[in-house]
Nanobody
Framework: VQLQASGGGLVQAGGSLRLSCTTSGFLADYYAVSWFRQAPGKERAFVAAMFRSYGTTDYADAVRGRFTISRDNAKNTVYLQMNSLRPDDTAVYYC???????????????????WGQGTLVTVSS
């Protein structure tokens, strides 16, 4: 199982970015794919989850309404569209995959056995 995150960069507050997580080595029907982020000096935190290939999603309160997670199974890619970015969204963003079938576990890093390398998002004020 491999995950490759990309799409990070520098953007002004209020702007948008789209992150991509390209996956290989597993079937979308059997894994949830999620995004986490780690800001400087802080612990890694849950951002958004796509529960397997059903299309069910979940978001952290801090990003709900601004970020959208989506999945293109034909391209084996999960996206995180980030709009109305704020300086406190600055972080390294990681994608991760989990075989968990229990949605409530997906906000915990412990549910994930596979991680991408991270992509840096910097939002300037």
């Amino acid at each position: 199982v491999q995950l490759q995150a990309s799409g990070g960069g520098l953007v002004q507050a209020g702007g948008s970015l789209r992150l991509s997580c390209t996956t290989s080595g597993f079937l979308a029907d059997y894994y949830a794919v999620s995004w986490f982020r780690q800001a400087p000096g802080k612990e890694r935190a849950f951002v958004a989850a796509m529960f397997r290939s059903y299309g069910t999603t979940d978001y952290a309160d801090a990003v709900r309404g601004r970020f959208t997670i989506s999945r293109d199974n034909a391209k084996n890619t999960v996206y995180l569209q980030m709009n109305s970015l704020r300086p406190d969204d600055t972080a390294v963003y990681y994608c991760a995959a989990s075989p968990s079938v229990i949605r409530s576990t997906l906000k915990s890093q412990a549910a994930y056995g596979y991680w991408g390398q991270g992509t840096l998002v910097t939002v300037s004020s």
